[in-house]
């Protein structure tokens, strides 16, 4: 899924957009048993409870392509006929839902209190312009579920007012929803479709994955992290230059990624889309075709089952990042055209230019 797909299923979480049909939940405590069930017709719910599960639920939509949400394929069908089954049910089923219940709380690695969500709910696809205006309706219906993993944390401890005795008394603590970990939303919705051989996952935490949790309860090929995406990038670089990368290189590569990330072009490159974006920034094609070589060995190595890597992964922050000497400096694009690197007295020395006044600890410096 790219990005305009994903914003377009978060506007389904709004009061006026909302057609979930039914919300399911089970409160699973830090010994992993089941304390409490939900089971709700969803718009029979007070408003109010229906707002916060929506700020809930959306987070699960939340987050950068390829670092918090990640499109994932099934090893085998056992897994997706289960989420067939689970989706097709309308969550009416107590059978289907209390087995899938089982599956994440066999497989989650959570330590501590937390509520399984799920919810069921159908969109009508309308039909769009390729400027994504709508020219009319369709009838082609997108049915899914959503399932939110959330913490339930302790509220803090502290005084509060008590309106039926008009006085102040220590608050009972109560445990509390948090934003989801991680969750998943399937099918995924592809090219505008449901598409039942993906899920799209959605994980907090873009260094590390429920390693478990994908592989067991999910069924899929483990994705790789955001950090290990940008790692095979630099090292793949770095390696096709023998450490001697040249400043305009990577400074045009930069401005290449930051364009593709920006445009609507599709967010996950293959090893062949990787080449042209390193083309079109000035690298001779002899070097491209070893940097490939490179990037392909690192991606076996690390086992990636794609062979892509997303735009947004590339560059590890949205600003340019210089390291020198132990010292990191992070600079936007408008700061950064202040900054060259030349060469004084024999050694490579970032030079910022001073057009305004210059400050250190707030003091001016003029020499």
Same mark, same amino acid.
């Given at each position: 899924?790219?990005t305009?797909?994903?914003n377009?299923? #978060?506007?389904?979480?709004?009061?006026t957009?909302?057609n %979930?049909? !039914?919300l399911?939940?089970? =409160?699973?405590n830090d010994k992993?048993?089941k304390?409490? =069930?939900i089971n709700?017709?969803?718009?029979n719910?007070p408003?109010e409870?229906?707002?916060k599960y929506?700020e809930i639920?959306?987070?699960?939509?939340t987050g950068?392509?390829?670092?918090?949400l990640?499109?994932?394929k099934?090893?085998?069908?056992?897994?997706?006929k289960?989420?067939?089954?689970l !989706?097709?049910?309308?969550?009416k089923?107590?059978k289907?839902?209390?087995?899938?219940y089982?599956?994440?709380?066999e497989?989650v690695?959570?330590?501590?209190?937390?509520?399984?969500?799920?919810?069921?709910?159908? =969109?009508d696809?309308?039909?769009?312009?390729?400027?994504?205006t709508?020219i009319g309706?369709s009838?082609d219906v997108?049915h899914?579920v959503l399932c939110?993993?959330?913490?339930m944390?302790?509220?803090?401890?502290?005084i509060s007012?008590?309106?039926s005795?008009?006085?102040?008394?220590?608050?009972?603590?109560?445990?509390?929803?948090?934003p989801?970990?991680?969750?998943?939303l399937?099918?995924a919705?592809?090219?505008r479709m449901e598409?039942?051989?993906?899920?799209?996952f959605y994980?907090k935490?873009?260094k590390?994955f429920?390693?478990?949790?994908?592989?067991?309860c999910l069924g899929c090929?483990l994705?790789?992290?955001?950090?290990?995406?940008?790692? %095979?990038?630099s090292?793949?670089?770095?390696e096709t230059?023998?450490d001697k990368?040249s400043?305009?290189?990577?400074e045009?590569?930069t401005e290449?990624?930051?364009?593709l990330?920006?445009?609507?072009a599709?967010?996950s490159?293959t090893?062949?889309g990787?080449?042209h974006?390193?083309?079109?920034?000035?690298?001779?094609k002899?070097?491209?075709?070893?940097?490939k070589s490179?990037?392909k060995s690192?991606?076996?190595?690390?086992?990636?089952?794609?062979?892509?890597? *997303?735009?947004n *992964?590339?560059?590890?922050?949205?600003?340019?990042?210089?390291e020198? *000497?132990?010292l990191k %400096? #992070?600079a936007?694009?408008?700061q950064?055209? =202040?900054?060259?690197?030349k060469?004084?007295?024999g #050694?490579?020395?970032?030079?910022i230019?001073?057009s305004e006044?210059?400050k250190?600890?707030?003091i001016p410096?003029t020499?």
């Amino acid at each position: 899924m790219q990005t305009k797909e994903f914003n377009e299923v #978060k506007k389904q979480f709004k009061i006026t957009n909302c057609n %979930i049909s !039914r919300l399911r939940g089970c =409160y699973v405590n830090d010994k992993k048993e089941k304390v409490s =069930y939900i089971n709700h017709t969803f718009l029979n719910l007070p408003e109010e409870e229906q707002h916060k599960y929506l700020e809930i639920l959306k987070k699960t939509l939340t987050g950068k392509i390829g670092k918090n949400l990640l499109d994932m394929k099934f090893r085998d069908s056992s897994r997706q006929k289960s989420l067939i089954a689970l !989706r097709d049910s309308g969550l009416k089923d107590d059978k289907i839902i209390d087995s899938f219940y089982d599956s994440v709380i066999e497989s989650v690695n959570y330590v501590g209190n937390y509520l399984i969500l799920v919810i069921d709910q159908m =969109y009508d696809i309308p039909c769009k312009a390729e400027d994504n205006t709508k020219i009319g309706e369709s009838d082609d219906v997108y049915h899914y579920v959503l399932c939110s993993i959330c913490p339930m944390d302790l509220s803090k401890a502290g005084i509060s007012y008590f309106e039926s005795d008009n006085e102040f008394h220590n608050a009972e603590r109560s445990f509390m929803v948090k934003p989801p970990i991680m969750g998943f939303l399937y099918p995924a919705f592809n090219e505008r479709m449901e598409d039942r051989e993906s899920i799209a996952f959605y994980s907090k935490d873009t260094k590390k994955f429920d390693d478990a949790f994908v592989n067991t309860c999910l069924g899929c090929y483990l994705p790789t992290s955001a950090n290990t995406q940008q790692t %095979i990038f630099s090292e793949s670089l770095s390696e096709t230059y023998d450490d001697k990368c040249s400043f305009d290189l990577v400074e045009n590569i930069t401005e290449k990624v930051k364009e593709l990330s920006e445009s609507n072009a599709k967010e996950s490159l293959t090893e062949n889309g990787i080449g042209h974006m390193l083309e079109s920034s000035g690298m001779e094609k002899g070097k491209v075709e070893t940097f490939k070589s490179i990037m392909k060995s690192k991606m076996e190595e690390n086992e990636m089952q794609d062979k892509e890597i *997303n735009v947004n *992964n590339i560059l590890p922050d949205k600003k340019n990042v210089y390291e020198i *000497n132990g010292l990191k %400096i #992070k600079a936007d694009e408008q700061q950064s055209k =202040y900054m060259e690197v030349k060469k004084i007295d024999g #050694k490579l020395c970032l030079v910022i230019e001073t057009s305004e006044e210059f400050k250190m600890n707030g003091i001016p410096i003029t020499e």
